[in-house]
């Protein structure tokens, strides 16, 4: 049965196509009317479902100066009431933002036949109601059945269970301030994925972890068995599968030139050793050629030996990727102990071009790419500053049609490639406060406008707005608890340094 909360009435030439106003009922058994709270009412075009973006409260009583000024001064307010009665002057209003007009099929108000836009405003006097669950999910697009389960509705408290090809098929981005939830919110759309039954189909994920924040998932007995950690202090990439170019890309400062020069040994090299040779033997190629250019060689030889020196190519790739990516298990790649911001731009770069490659010639399942820090990886610099940025542009612009989905995590939106974010069709924003990152959003995604950019920056942890390809309308959550908790949260700054002046003391 629909609860009545208030009557449409005329206020500040309102109502109107985007908004109307209405009186909220004073009693409401068991029911309280706040900023948030989705409620419909019956308009020329059918039922008109909106969210209330403000409440006010008016007394005419206390419009008057003079009577203020009478009420303050009187040493028996209650003999001034009992003469006026201000209480009886008080009412409160709400203001709500229209969001969709919804058809019901064959008159049954629990079946949705479509939702459309508006063109006519509410009807004053007519009674406003809150929306009741079933409705409310199937207007958002929640998946009720199959949905990853990733909090609860704000104010209503009502689960928000986000379809998962509505959110991965398109890429999706988390975004946030320093210790604003990524992480935490990452962790749990893990858990739901992981989770998921069998049956239900969920894809290959790989995780780039920069911080070596998800670790602790492996030390889970539930989720160890679908985690594989890599420490990529021991990666290496097969030098027999790069091409000429992959190297003029890892090493800008080689020319065309020597590009050329370089197929030539290449090319002499795998015939001689059979695909099976390192950076050390192109280099010694290289070395006891006799023809070539003295100078285009000695060139040649110190690019590639300032290559070596960064140990990360060998005969063969390490891990063989195609071997240790399998549907719903996690592939994190722990650049916990590397500082080098260039190596980690290679790692990165290899893997991303080898995954998207293996999947379009179908060699591995779909899969869901998570970069932490993508700022790092995928900046709005210039592409001399970072080898990986191009890959990662491309699988956003191209991955969905091969099912390679991808998931960009980062505190600084204004610093993120503008071509990888605007592809990113769902956006799940915690808490962000510098008006540069939010108006980089807001040029770079349609839904978020300067009210929705005010709200984000209040919000508080744990708080998010999720917004675009993975629901119908914009809507707050409350982000749900993780079920598995890493040991490290739950010591605090000051244990931290007990633990280390203990260890020091040693």
Sequence with gaps: MAIKVGTVFNY????????????????????????????????NEGFLIGVIEEIAILNEYFTDALTIKAYNNNNNPNILKGLFPSDDFEFAIAIVKCLGLIKFRSNKLDEIEKVQRMTYPASPGKGVYIVEENILFKFLGFDTEFGLN????????????????RLLNKHFAVLSISGGGKSYLTSVLIEELLSRNEDYGTPAIILFDVHGEYTYLKNIPELKNN??????????????????????????????????????????????K???????????????????????KQALIGWLSELGRLRLFGTQENPILNKIINKQQVTIFNFKNEISIRKKQIIVDYICNRLFNLRRINKIPPF???????????????????????????????????????????QRPKKLSTTALSQCNSKLV???????????????????????????????????????????????????KRNFKSKRDEISLAQFCLNWQNEELK
Excluded at 274 to 296: A, H, M, P, V
């Design 150 to 165: 990733i909090g609860q509705i704000k104010v209503t408290n009502s689960p928000a269970k986000i379809n998962m090809n």
């Design 227 to 272: 985690i594989k950690i890599q420490d990529i202090s021991y990666f290496q990439i097969g030098i027999p599968k790069l091409s000429v170019y992959a190297f003029k890309k890892y090493q800008e400062q080689i020319s065309h030139v020597q590009v050329r020069e370089l197929s030539k040994y290449i090319k002499k090299l795998k015939k001689e």
């Design 430 to 480: 915690l808490n962000i406060k510098n008006p540069y990152d939010l108006k980089h959003l807001m040029d770079s995604s349609e839904a978020i406008t300067k009210e929705y950019a005010s709200m984000i920056s209040s919000l508080g942890v744990g708080e998010m707005i999720i917004m675009g390809n993975a629901v119908n309308y914009p809507v707050f959550v409350d982000i749900r």
């Design 274 to 296: 059979k695909n099976k040779y390192s950076l050390n033997d192109l280099i010694e190629q290289i070395e006891t050629e006799s023809d070539g250019n003295r100078s285009t």
């Design 368 to 410: 869901l790419l998570i970069v932490e820090e993508a700022h790092q990886f995928c900046p709005e610099a210039a592409h001399a500053k970072a080898i990986s940025k191009h890959i990662i542009e491309m699988i956003a612009r191209e991955g969905r049609k091969f099912m390679a989905c991808l998931c960009l995590i980062s």
């Design 12 to 43: 500040l030439q309102l109502p109107n196509v985007s908004k109307f106003p209405f009186v909220i009922n004073k009693r409401q058994d068991n029911i309280f009317i706040q900023k948030g709270l989705f409620v419909y009412t019956k308009s």
